[in-house]
């Protein structure tokens, strides 16, 4: 494999109808704001995920942004989500001037651990106007980011059962999670509202982009109206809100219908990867694999596993670097946000398990395009890496 181009860890595949259609926004002269490819996307991504509305947006940042403000979380509130996230989501509750509660994820699945959630919500609050408020910081709890990390659903149906319980709205993050279940039902489509994210890494891509679903009419027309400047009037420039330029353009709607139309062939590509991977280190004794849980369908978005039983001064970041000099590209987690500099001010959380997962995982190579040569080659040269340590 050596003198061969570098595997990256996971790159856009465009098999499908991207060109016809991104032609056909050029030589249409569709290519800006709006567009019969953004009304198609939407109702497809809808439709897909089973919702009754769908609002297109420049990205899975500003979607998350929006969702929140739309759902009412007020300035000066407490949204809780995992600490264990790429950083988007929890700045995206900065942005709504609210403030971050990091809690743990479990070890089994890696995502949010819903007895932590129980946990600070029955002994760090107290319950007013039907809330929770917060004692120590005497803010109210609103709102709570499931945040379905790697292509694994977390466990909604036991974070529904809290959330309803103590008035919660809850927002998923489904960004690394289109096209995987729980208990049978899309990720993004099990609450009040549901984010999607379409930058290059994720199953399917529009370049950059993403995607707000709900059922909630009110939801969906209140986020049209902020994404789009809030402007009031199709003649007029009257703006009832301070809006946002949210919108995903025509050309990268085009992009994301041709995707969707193929988004099984992604899924299948995935899951063969994923399979193959198992196999391949099933009984490893340094590599502990994720395990998906027997209510999940992950769409195995990234493929990721544990180091164990490491010699010392063989830490992930070694691993990574000598895989690269491989070239092979791979990914160690997010710094957890409770260590993350950009949000030191929150203060002090203590979460264990994320530390540990951060310490001892990686994400390997899993784009759809990945042929067996290059995944052989890529477990070849990983388990050379641990034996020769
Ligand atoms: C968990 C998570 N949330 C939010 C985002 C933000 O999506 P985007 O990059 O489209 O803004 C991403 C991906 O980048 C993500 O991985």
Same mark, same amino acid.
């Given at each position: ?52 509305? =769908? *609002? #297109?947006?420049?990205? $899975?940042?500003?979607? /998350?942004?929006? %969702?929140?403000?739309?759902? @009412? ?87 529904? =059962? *809290? #959330?309803?319980?103590? $008035?919660?709205?809850? /927002?998923?993050? %489904?960004?690394?999670?289109? @096209? ?210």
């Amino acid at each position: 494999m050596s003198g061969k181009s570098y595997i990256p860890l996971c790159e856009p595949h465009l098999g499908g109808r991207e060109w016809d259609y991104v032609k056909d926004c050029l030589d249409s002269g569709w290519v800006s704001s709006v567009g019969a490819y953004v009304d198609r996307f939407e109702s497809m991504l809808a439709d897909y995920t089973g919702t009754g509305h =769908a *609002v #297109a947006c420049v990205n $899975g940042t500003s979607a /998350i942004h929006i %969702a929140l403000l739309v759902s @009412g979380v007020m300035p000066g509130d407490e949204v809780l989500i995992p600490t264990l996230t790429f950083i988007a989501p929890v700045n995206a509750i900065r942005y709504a001037g609210a403030w971050p509660v990091l809690l743990d994820v479990e070890s089994s699945h890696w995502q949010l651990d819903i007895s932590k959630v129980a946990h600070f919500l029955e002994q760090n609050c107290e319950i007013r106007d039907g809330m929770p408020w917060n004692r120590q910081t005497g803010r109210r709890v609103s709102a709570i980011i499931p945040v379905h990390i790697l292509g694994h659903p977390v466990d909604m149906m036991a974070l529904l =059962a *809290v #959330a309803e319980k103590f $008035g919660l709205k809850v /927002i998923e993050d %489904a960004t690394e999670s289109l @096209g995987a279940f729980c208990h049978g039902r899309p990720v993004g489509a099990l609450a009040d509202i549901g984010c999607f994210s379409f930058n290059g890494n994720k199953l399917l891509t529009t370049g950059g982009g993403g995607m707000i679903v709900t059922n909630n009419q009110t939801y969906a027309k209140a986020a049209k109206h902020l994404t789009t400047q809030a402007k009031c009037s199709t003649t007029e420039f009257i703006h009832d809100q301070v809006g946002y330029n949210y919108r995903l353009t025509n050309v990268q709607a085009a992009m994301g219908c041709a995707q969707l139309e193929r988004i099984e062939y992604h899924l299948e590509a995935k899951k063969t990867i994923a399979e193959r991977y198992r196999k391949a280190f099933t009984g490893h004794l340094q590599i502990q694999l994720f395990e998906n849980a027997p209510w999940a369908k992950s769409c195995e978005w990234l493929f990721s596993l544990r180091f164990r039983h490491l010699p010392e001064g063989l830490t992930i970041s070694r691993i990574q670097q000598e895989l690269h000099a491989r070239g092979i590209g791979t990914r160690p987690l997010w710094q957890p946000m409770h260590l993350s500099p950009a949000h030191a001010d929150l203060g002090r959380f203590e979460c264990p398990v994320a530390d540990e997962l951060y310490a001892s995982a990686l994400s390997l190579p899993c784009s759809v395009g990945l042929t067996e040569n290059q995944q052989d080659y890529v477990v070849e040269s990983l388990s050379s890496i641990l034996a020769s340590s």
